[in-house]
Nanobody, 124 residues
Framework: QVQLVESGGGLVQAGGSLRLSCAAS????????MGWFRQAAGKEREFVAV????????YYADSVKGRFTISRDNAKNTLYLQMNSLKPEDTAVYYC?????????????????WGQGTQVTVSS
């Protein structure tokens, strides 16, 4: 069965950095669109970044553009999210997700598989 397992979350001060990882198994990783979403307490899940398998194109939410970098290592079946210059408003549970089809990748409904999430807390 497909499994996506996130790691790397934690508590960090504003201005700091974290690197999230998402280890995938049970799917042909290189053929999937891989995305990161986040959900803050009391809010809806929101798009953060996506890596399109075809050509490796990447897209970011405006709120993280220039601070976060998404990347993938197909040989290791792993997705990454490097987060720099973190702000308290980045505090959320971060999820990785996998999609087979290149449709509206900014919406959660486009994704077929989800990880369990990892908590990121940024203190001011």
């Amino acid at each position: 069965q497909v499994q996506l397992v996130e790691s790397g979350g934690g508590l960090v001060q504003a201005g700091g950095s974290l690197r999230l990882s998402c280890a995938a198994s049970g799917l042909t990783f290189s053929t999937y669109i891989m995305g990161w979403f986040r959900q803050a307490a009391g809010k809806e899940r929101e798009f953060v970044a996506v890596n399109i398998w075809s050509g490796g194109s990447t897209y970011y939410a405006d709120s993280v553009k220039g601070r976060f970098t998404i990347s993938r290592d197909n040989a290791k079946n792993t997705l990454y999210l490097q987060m720099n210059s973190l702000k308290p408003e980045d505090t959320a549970v971060y999820y990785c997700a996998a999609a087979r089809l290149q449709i509206d990748f900014t919406t959660p409904d486009a994704y077929d598989y989800w990880g369990q999430g990892t908590q990121v807390t940024v203190s001011s």
